[in-house]
């Protein structure tokens, strides 16, 4: 019995000392944490897009652990990253629980992140002309682009592109300003260097440096003394805006250069002036009739113009204009516009050349303006006559010529102008009833009036312009030789007096002594 007893002592030791021993190992396996959770007994678990990443025992850890991942994330590219992902802070409510090594939850929620980027936004540029916008890569991009656009109108590369930062604004926005490449002689025997306005320069002066690039063109412009370019800049209202975009979106410098640059079709409004038909318009803008008609739905090929016509036409033009002023300096012929003397005593239809004009010879100097490479206006500042130019003097009457009107109102014209009868009939005739009112044809002087053999009674009028009028076959007269008379005045009645067939009248106009076809002459 006692035997037994100290037996089972033995035993419940030996149990007591290994359970103590397998407790230990299990904590030094694998920690364990009897706090209950945050005191209330509740672990926490990562979810990201429905897979759990570990297991934390505070929220505030769960939150920190992401947050350090979506800054490493961040650190590591440049540009803006955008990720798709749903996050979870899940509560697990247990007795006892196990939470992960925060090394392995951190490991486990940066790969996670990183395989749900789903783009990158680069920094970009911006350019927007007017309602044209492109995007390109960096900043010197968009000077490259610009100056590409300034090159093609500046050989010898004299002017710079650079961008001039705006202020009081929200966002990153620049403008392009042109400046003129200064040139100073330090020393005459050596090498002239080109002098330009730093970017940096600008921006430190409290001018607008839109105003200072005025400045410099206007005092190169008035202060230049050799032939070539004064000024140059673009036409339209150009802004760069630093913005952050994909990469899909961004186009690379050829692209750029060539979509702003190259001509492309665009539609304008035409005004028609003096000598346009369709064919000139087609080619004044570089276009064709059947373009044209197609835009112009009141058009076809037959369509007469009329001068203030407004047409759409498409011209072909880069989306970048350059606007260019140059000083040039050549020779040329010219002449003197003809000066006329007014003589009141001469009707309008006479004038004679008092001098004959001669060209004359010059050294002209004109500042030109051109768009893109075509003129639009051209002013002459100076120049040196080499030979004088002589102008043509005319001198030309002011009066204006009289004018004929039918003797008599009503009648039917009887016998025209020209051959009858084998002769030659050198008046018409009116058939009216004896009686009716004849009257002057022009205003003049009566130098006959009275019988006159095969005409009967008959008048005859000088009037200023050198012509004589004839009036036969009256049967009263009612003026005298010598008398003035007035247009429309009543100086005779119709009859049937000499060599008539029947009442009428018989009106001649005489012009240098041979009488002319009436009907030529009448209003």
């Known amino acids: ?42 672990f926490y678990n990562i979810v990201i897009n429905g897979q759990q990443e570990g297991t934390v025992l505070e929220t505030a850890t769960a939150s920190d652990i992401m947050m350090q991942a979506r800054k490493q994330i961040a650190l590591e590219s440049q540009d803006i990253v955008f990720m798709d992902y749903e996050f979870e ?29 789903v783009s990158t936004k680069q920094r970009a540029y911006t350019v927007k002309i007017d309602n044209f916008s492109i995007t390109l890569p960096s900043k010197e991009d968009v000077v490259l682009l610009l100056n590409a656009a300034k090159n093609k109108y500046d050989e010898q590369n004299e002017f710079l592109v650079d961008l001039v930062l705006e202020n009081n604004k929200e966002l990153t926005i620049m403008q392009p300003s042109v400046l003129k490449a200064i040139k100073s002689v ?23 440096p839109q105003e200072k690039v005025a400045d410099v063109n206007t005092s190169t412009e008035d202060t230049l003394t050799e032939d070539g370019i004064l000024t140059m800049g673009f036409e339209e209202e150009i802004e ?37 038909c369709l064919s000139v318009v087609a080619e004044k803008n570089n276009t064709t009739v059947a373009k044209m008609v197609a835009m112009n739905e009141l058009l076809d090929t037959n369509s007469v113009l009329k001068i203030g016509d407004e047409i759409v036409v498409t011209v072909p033009e880069p989306e970048l204009s350059v606007l260019v002023t140059e000083q040039t300096t ?15 005593s001469w009707y309008t239809n006479k004038e004679e050349v008092i001098q004959e004009g001669s060209t004359g010879y010059r050294e002209v100097t004109a500042k030109v303006t051109s ?92 009037h200023s312009d050198g012509k004589q009028t004839r009036y036969g076959h009256l049967s009263k007269i009612l003026v005298n030789a010598g008398d003035s008379v007035t247009q429309g005045e009543k100086i005779a009645l119709s009859g049937n007096t000499g060599n008539s067939t029947g009442p009428h009248i018989h009106f001649e106009i005489i012009e240098n002594g041979s009488q002319a076809n009436p009907l030529n002459y009448l209003n």
């Open 186 to 208: 330090k020393d005459t025997d050596t090498v002239s260097e080109v002098d330009t306005i730093s970017e940096t320069e600008q921006q430190s002066d409290l001018v607008d």
């Open 371 to 462: 768009r893109n490479g075509t003129e639009t206006n051209r002013k002459v500042v100076n120049e040196n006559i080499v030979t004088q130019a002589l102008p043509t003097i005319i001198e030309k009457g002011t009066q204006e010529l009289p004018t004929y009107i039918k003797p008599i109102s009503g009648g039917r014209l009887s016998s025209p102008f020209g051959k009858r009868w084998g002769k030659m009939h050198k008046g018409v005739d009116w058939s009216c009833p004896v009686g009716t009112a004849v009257k002057a044809s022009c205003n003049g002087q009566v130098v006959i009036a009275g019988w006159s053999n095969g005409y009967g009674y008959c008048i005859t009028i000088k």
């Open 89 to 117: 802070i899940v509560p697990n409510n247990k007795i006892f629980g196990t939470i992960d090594q925060i090394d392995t939850v951190k490991a486990n929620v940066y790969n996670d992140l990183k395989g749900c980027i």
């Open 240 to 276: 760069v805006a630093e913005t952050y975009a994909s990469a899909d979106v961004i186009t690379d410098l050829d692209t750029a250069i060539s979509l702003v640059t190259k001509d492309q079709e665009t539609s304008k409004i035409y005004e028609v002036v003096s000598g346009d």
């Open 1 to 42: 019995m006692n035997r037994i007893t100290k037996y089972g002592k033995r035993i419940k030791t030996t149990y007591v000392l290994g359970a103590m021993t397998t407790c230990l190992a299990m904590l030094i396996v694998n920690p364990i944490t009897s706090n209950r959770g945050n005191r209330d007994g509740t």
């Open 330 to 344: 050549y020779e040329e012929e010219y002449e003197l516009p003809t000066q006329y003397i007014e003589n009141d």
